[in-house]
């Protein structure tokens, strides 16, 4: 039952059978292979090296094959493996010691000097080889005698489950904003040496990240008072290394090294359709990463193309900020809102222009946490009321297509007045500025001091103290009786709830019950985070018959790390 990992470990998998690892009188003892990821794998080979031990002038073959032997595997660090790797282990199970879930080989009368375990087919990431006990010491406990091992060789065919590409950084030259991406993808089955078409289980996505200097990653030394700060690579490499400086913390020593979020975004959402648009902010610098995954051994997807939409600034700054209407200089610059209360609030929006070569913008979309309505528009210097020339609503917000554009010689200001409400801890008045007649190229807003009479200098608002209490809100179970006979006239009932202040999404049920208690009929779960819901009923029940007339309760049950809740709502179902 040992647990260590030693460097001569490694002679077994170096891919030279004349070096090896030689074990004597061991009272136990397994080897574990991790291939880094689950791979296509059908056999498992092993064997001694060739000639004779120097140890005991005995030819190793067929004195050190390993005469009992146990072979299993695991598809992830679960189980046992996750508990050696994360605390250490005492085996405690019966038999040799250790073993991982999905037995692949035992024998107990191994004469093979090249030994071979075949096995269907499958993914698998690790492997252990336990070396069964095949004698006994004077005391009378089991051992392994001895033992060789010059290779453990792992074969496989077929595609492994995922593939992961990341590029260099790539330096564009200029700054630029980030369009849509389009990107042509193919899928294709091996048939013996052919590959053939296919509309196998495949899949290929496409993340970004832009960034303003060219490397995502921040490296940082120490100043004479112990703090951070920040380096450059270069730098960093010259500072002694962290496994020789201990606890000290002084100037001469390198620091930690971590993502750049000042100057680099996150890693878009994965794009897999040709046209979306990963809806970045402006860089100079971009980073791809490719993610193909098959769930089919002999099926694979194949990236043919892919361009990614870039343009000129609109503005060399977009920066905005947002308020309480009546609260326009909110304490500590944090504007706090109550949830599930529609809010009025004042958004200003301005643009910089460091050269009149810049085209700015005729349009702004409003992306708020929940549903938004748009109250005024007002622009210039100073500022007064214009109408839009359109409004066009969104789920989430909105978008204006302004009077006259924002541009080096014109406006470069405007606020926005809008309602909106929140439902969660906190939330983004995200925006975006473009050109009417390139609504693909667009410009996020950042947040920022805007002007003297808005004090927030940021997009972002909290809930309040004062906010609701509880995760479930009341239900909206339609207005009167809900009459489902078919004439088109309030054929359907909309049972709509709200959820607050969920920061990771939970489990809903939503379902209708007779008043002794028995389910009519249940909508199927479904995962959903903080905000305004419903589900549609059509009156009849699980087998698909219209309910009787009769008083029903509507009832919403959210589990969350809190516990659960639930809410009934009474509805009455006439013909």
Sequence with gaps: NVLYQATESFLFVDGDPTTYIERRDLDGIFYTIDLGTQVPVERFVFFPPEGVSPESDEPFRPNYILKSYSLTAAKAETGIMQEELERGFVWRGDGPCCPLAIPLGYEERNADAVTEIAFPTQYLRFFRLIAIPDGFTLYGDPIVTRSAFAEMEIYGRGFAPQATYESQVIDLGREVNFGQVRLAVSKWRKDGEQLLPSDGPTRAQVEIRTGRDDSPTAYFGFDDLGAHIEVTKKQWDRLIPLETRGATIAVGFRGPVAEDLENWSFWSLPLEDSGQHPRLPWGRYFQLRVQLATDGLWEFARLDSLQIEIAPLLADRVVGEIVLAAEPHPQGGQVRVPTGTKTPFTYDLGVEFASADRVGCDAVRISAPAEATFRYLEMGDPLSAVEPDSLLREESGFVLFLPRPLQPSGDQRLRIGLEAVLYGEAGEFGGEVFNRHEPSLLQRVEGGDVSAELGSNQLLVVASATSKDGVLGDIEAGSG??????????????????????????????????????????????????????????????????????????????????????RLQPVAVIY
Aim: glycine content about 12%; hydrophobic content about 40%.
């Design 481 to 566: 009786a809900f009459t489902p006979q078919g004439d088109g006239v309030n054929d359907l009932l909309s049972i709509q709830y709200t959820l607050f202040r969920v920061r990771e999404s939970s489990q809903v049920q939503v379902g209708l019950y007779a008043l002794d208690g028995r389910p009519v009929w249940q909508a199927p779960p479904s995962v959903q985070g903080a905000g305004r819901h419903a589900v549609q009923w059509d009156g009849r029940d699980a087998a698909g018959q219209l309910v009787r007339p009769g008083v029903y309760l509507a009832r919403v049950e959210v589990e969350t790390d809190q516990g659960r809740a639930v």
